[in-house]
């Protein structure tokens, strides 16, 4: 079964490697094992200058791949999906033999052999210790590493069943926007703790090894001190936490296919409809505006997308003044990170569409109505955050002066970030196949490396469209010229102005002369 699930699962990698995809799977491998290789390298280092040493920083490291292991899935979609328990659902295997066999294919992939060469380390680093160490070292790597793939299953697999329903799935996004954050205070927790890891602190040291990912090194430890009682209650921990983990990942792969899961808010029937006079125009912008407001609140993957965009544009200025770093120079300008995320994550508009572009295609008119009321749909989400933030921010940062140069630039990067946003659609549009199955993470397919980086330069061409406003706030500032730096503020809002109407423009005359070509950009995969 193991075998047979491995060998589906490296085909199914195989075929699907061509293209951007094949590049981006090079360089996520050449990465991932770079890094493998830097912790077996520490490793064995730590273990040169004493077994204490090394037990601790072989449970630093355990500890970190664990928690890699935890919020990667979170951040990159709801980790690996080559193989989906729907597709062996109407097969007659128990869960108990589903598990094992996708817990096995799970163990194919770059991601694991990463992790094994990392967890190697402990084996690599006994071996100066002894025979007995390293016998005991390949026997809990195997179950550290069955510990670790099992956790990540198992979290992974119970948020997938609490954030099933609509709401769940907005928690979902919260959660995943907050794991692809954490490098930041894991980055501050690091700069803290490495100076007690190297001067091995003991109390920290009995703490990593009372934590799961520490018995296996407590139990090489064990084994090169003569504590055998030490080495045989490590293995059985980890034996006895993988069985109930392998229990508990059989219980959510019946709960994931017998569950069904729903994108639909709660029913409203028998409550009366109030008749409500709409503010937008009563035109075919109006109409459209309307439209694009009702889907990026109702759409889970535009809702998510929105979401997490406008989340990360906050959390990284005020996460970094959190930090003492920073604080006068990022917390200010929040606003403009926001509108910078916005546009970067939302630009495949006619990706998340599909197929139903064709609507605008044939019908006579509608390709300037449907620019235009994407362009304001979009401003009248992102741009009333943005600004609240411009305002309130600088003053909460104690930045006075800043407030020129939020303001100043602001005006300009909404009106070139709604001009790109449709000139990326409509150029560099790429699919977004139907969601299918329960993982709530998973929002669809990615764009890879070519879109990629033109979406990456597209944020540096927001720099462009603020250079106006820059020149004069930069005079101001070295002249101390007050005057000059609020001067742009109305030179910042006609060149966004010019700039939303320029792009969107272009953009309205690519949609019309090839619009077929972008409906098979993005039609989506069977």
Not at 20 to 44: D, E
Not at 165 to 182: E, H
Not at 220 to 240: D, H, K, S
Not at 497 to 525: I, T
């Amino acid at each position: 079964m193991v075998g047979v699930l491995i060998r589906m699962k490296l085909r199914v990698l195989s075929h699907s490697l061509g293209g951007s995809r094949a590049a981006s799977f090079a360089f996520g491998a050449l990465v991932g094992l770079a890094a493998g290789g830097a912790s077996l390298f520490l490793v064995m280092l730590g273990y040169q200058h004493g077994v204490s040493i090394g037990t601790t920083v072989a449970s630093v490291l355990m500890l970190l791949w664990t928690i890699g292991w935890l919020i990667g899935p979170i951040i990159m979609g709801g980790g690996d999906e080559t193989l989906r328990p729907e597709n062996f659902a109407l097969l007659p295997l128990s869960p108990n033999k589903l598990a094992f066999g996708l817990l096995g294919a799970s163990l194919a992939g770059v991601p694991p052999v990463a992790t094994v060469i990392a967890f190697l380390g402990l084996v690599v680093g006994a071996l100066w210790l002894g025979v007995l160490p390293a016998i005991v070292a390949v026997i809990t790597v195997v179950l550290a590493l069955a510990f670790t793939v099992l956790l990540s299953r198992v979290v992974v697999g119970a948020l997938g069943a609490v954030l099933g329903s609509r709401r769940g799935k907005d928690l979902g996004v919260l959660l995943a926007a907050l794991a692809g954050l954490s490098y930041l205070p894991l980055r501050y927790a690091g700069e803290a703790l490495a100076p007690v890891i190297l001067q091995n602190n003991p109390v920290l040291g009995g703490t990593l090894r009372w934590l799961p990912t520490g018995w296996a090194p407590a139990a090489v430890e064990g084994a090169a001190t003569g504590n055998w009682l030490t080495v045989i209650g490590a293995v059985l921990a980890l034996a006895a936490v993988d069985g109930l983990l392998l229990v508990a990942y059989a219980r959510l792969l019946v709960l994931r296919l017998t569950t069904p899961q729903t994108n639909v808010g709660p029913s409203r029937a028998g409550r009366a409809k109030v008749s409500r006079r709409s503010l937008l125009p009563a035109t075919p912008i109006g109409a459209v505006i309307s439209k694009e407001l009702r889907l990026w609140w109702r759409d889970a993957r535009r809702r998510a997308t929105m979401l997490t965009s406008v989340l990360i544009g906050l959390f990284i200025p005020v996460f970094s003044s959190a930090g003492g770093r920073g604080a006068l120079v990022m917390l200010p300008f929040a606003g403009l990170w926001v509108v910078g995320f916005s546009m970067l994550q939302v630009s495949n508009l006619y990706g998340f569409d599909g197929t139903a572009v064709w609507h605008t295609l044939v019908t006579p008119g509608a390709a300037r109505a449907d620019v235009r009321g994407r362009q304001w749909a979009w401003g009248l989400i992102v741009g009333p955050i943005a600004i609240i933030a411009g305002l309130v921010l600088p003053g909460v940062a104690g930045s006075w002066w800043a407030y020129p140069w939020v303001l100043g630039v602001l005006p300009a990067l909404l009106g070139c970030g709604a001009g790109f946003l449709l000139l990326l659609s409509v150029y560099w549009a790429f699919p977004m196949p139907i969601q299918r199955g329960s993982n709530p993470f998973n929002q669809g397919n990615r764009p890879g490396c070519s879109r990629a980086l033109v979406r990456l330069v597209s944020m540096l061409l927001l720099l462009v469209g603020a250079l106006p406003s820059l020149v004069l706030l930069i005079i101001g500032q070295v002249t101390a010229n007050p005057v000059l730096s609020w001067l742009a503020v109305p030179v910042g809002l006609l060149v966004g102005g010019f700039a939303a109407w320029w792009l969107g423009r272009l953009a309205e005359q690519r949609l019309l002369s090839r619009g077929p070509e972008l409906l098979a950009q993005v039609k989506a995969a069977a």
